[in-house]
């Protein structure tokens, strides 16, 4: 059973919700709904007709762009709490992505009219979207920067140092098929796996079935154009922007 006030709460620890009490903040969660989603289901459809706000209160999403012959180019993968579909309740068209279930999610919707109404109560809630939306667009602007001027080996290696933090941490397989990683760098699996087993021949990481190791950061931040240091991520950032010193 879902615990409204365990929700509640939760949903105050968005930002632009933080200067609002909880009596304002249960009336935000009244009026949308509350769902369950089983891992693999498909949340939102793109181009379909806008299906309104959502916020990830548990769990993990991935965010898709389907190709014209079905291939997925992995947009963001997002964890609680955090919102999104924002882009389709500034104007009420279509929904700008498909939006996967990657773990079992709870979740808040609320519809386009709704929205406009909390936007007129609440002015704070619709300033929230810009900083998410602007956020959003950098992860975008950066991965079309990637794809033309980095060379797949050149995406695999930041893709790489990304996930494991410069190395710093062993990638899980399970998480992370090569499929996965693919879509994250928009390009077809078979190029993954020869850029990997390229790194790996080279001695820049060592795999088995269930990780990925880095072996050298150094050499693959050179593959994959990167000078200087990883930053610390700055908040409420997505989490597969890079950041550099």
């Known amino acids: 059973m879902i615990n409204i006030a365990a929700l509640t709460k939760r949903m105050s620890r968005l930002k632009y919700f933080r200067s609002l009490s909880l009596t304002d903040i249960t009336g935000i969660v009244a009026s949308g709904s509350i769902k369950t989603m089983k891992a693999g289901s498909v949340i939102v459809m793109e181009e379909s007709p806008c299906a309104g706000l959502f916020v990830l209160l548990s769990g993990r999403v991935h965010l898709f762009r389907l190709g014209p012959n079905g291939q997925e180019v992995l947009i963001d993968t997002l964890d609680s709490i955090t919102m999104f579909n924002e882009v389709s309740i500034l104007d009420g068209g279509p929904n700008p992505f498909t939006v996967i279930a990657a773990q079992d ?55 790489i140092l990304d996930l494991s933090d410069h190395g710093e941490w ?32 080279e001695g820049y990481i060592s795999t088995s079935r269930s990780t990925i190791k880095v072996c050298d950061a150094k050499g693959l931040a050179e593959f994959a154009q990167i000078e200087g240091m990883p930053c610390p991520r700055p908040p409420d950032q997505p989490s597969r922007m890079s950041w550099y010193c």
């Open 105 to 159: 999610c709870i979740i808040w919707n609320a519809d386009y009219q709704t929205l406009q109404g909390l936007a007129d109560r609440y002015p704070q809630v619709a300033l929230g979207f810009l900083p998410v939306l602007a956020a959003r667009t950098r992860v975008l602007i950066a991965m079309v920067a990637d794809v033309c001027f980095r060379s797949v080996r050149g995406r695999t290696a930041k893709l």
């Open 170 to 201: 062993p990638i899980s397989r399970q998480e992370h098929s090569i499929h996965m990683l693919a879509a994250q760098i928009s390009t077809a699996p078979e190029a993954v796996s020869r850029a990997l087993s390229f790194f790996r021949n």
